[in-house]
């Protein structure tokens, strides 16, 4: 039987390739939105990650849809790129806000019903440049590492109870996000990648997919890159 999954984000992008991925292999699938509507063949919620109001909503909707989230995928992120010199507080704050104080708020929501079950995953889409640096993201980078120490911390609160977190460091996937960077800056991004490419977003939900599976059940607390290279194992 298939499992519970929700994939916050996962309307679009890596997200949308993660919760693809695990419906195909028969999981019943949720998707967060924030008014797109669901992809077709997922169930969708309304959900801003950075309301926690929202989030317990988002929650209760999908576990009586499709039972206790099983397995969650903490995908949903933004940008705010700008020197630090110049980077307003906002922008530094709202990219804390969505990317990691988001996380914790969905993770803490599925924690009770994960422990109580004994078993559940979480994975966590964080970037190459959390543990690289990002000159124009300083923001961004310590949003991504600080996901580092919150899935390595939920590894050592819930390993006894059978409940896996780990992390996925991707590089640079082909999405609207990477879209929005400039041609020279791209090339520029590429001339590091030693597989020379940037990835597919099924190229990510395919590692995913394995940290929440069974077979990785003894895979905790990890940090996994897909980045074609890039980082060299970091
Ligand atoms: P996209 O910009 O294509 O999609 C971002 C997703 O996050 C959208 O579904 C968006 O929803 C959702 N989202 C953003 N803010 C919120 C919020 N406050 N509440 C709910 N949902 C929100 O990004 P990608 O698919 O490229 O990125 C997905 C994840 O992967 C991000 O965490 C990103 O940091 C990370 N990543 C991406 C890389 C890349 O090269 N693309 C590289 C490394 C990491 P909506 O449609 O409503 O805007």
Redesign the pocket.
């Known amino acids: 039987m298939g499992r519970s999954v929700l994939v916050?984000?996962?309307?679009?992008?890596?997200?949308?390739?993660i919760a693809r991925a695990f419906a195909e292999q028969g999981d019943s699938v949720a998707?967060?939105?924030?008014?797109?509507g669901a992809p077709e063949g997922l169930f969708g919620v309304q959900?801003?990650?950075?309301?926690a109001e929202a989030v317990d909503r988002a929650f209760t909707e999908v576990e009586e849809h499709q039972g206790p989230v099983e397995v969650l995928v903490s995908?949903?992120?933004?940008?705010r790129d700008g020197l630090l010199m110049r980077m307003k507080e906002d922008d530094f704050t709202s990219v804390l806000?969505?990317?990691l104080t988001?996380a914790y708020r969905v993770a803490k929501r599925a924690t009770p019903k994960m422990v109580r079950a004994r078993k559940g995953r979480m994975v966590f889409?964080?970037?190459?440049?959390g543990l690289l640096g990002s000159a124009g993201q300083t923001n961004?980078a310590a949003s991504?590492a600080g996901l580092v120490g919150l899935a390595r911390s939920i590894a050592r609160e819930l390993g006894s109870r059978n409940v896996t977190a780990n992390v996925v460091?991707?590089?640079?996937?082909?999405?609207?996000?990477?879209a929005e960077l400039p041609e020279k800056r791209q090339q520029e991004i590429l001339g590091q990648v030693p597989v020379g490419r940037?990835?597919e977003?099924d190229e990510?939900a395919a590692v995913v997919r394995f940290l929440a599976s069974d077979a990785a059940g003894y895979v905790t607390g990890a940090v996994v890159p897909v980045d074609g290279g890039l980082g060299m194992g970091h």
């Open positions: 916050t984000g996962g309307n679009r992008g890596i997200g949308l390739a998707v967060t939105h924030r008014g797109s959900c801003d990650v950075t309301d995908n949903a992120g933004i940008t806000d969505a990317n988001a889409v964080s970037s190459v440049v961004y991504k460091a991707p590089g640079f996937v082909r999405t609207d996000m990477t940037y990835a977003a990510i």
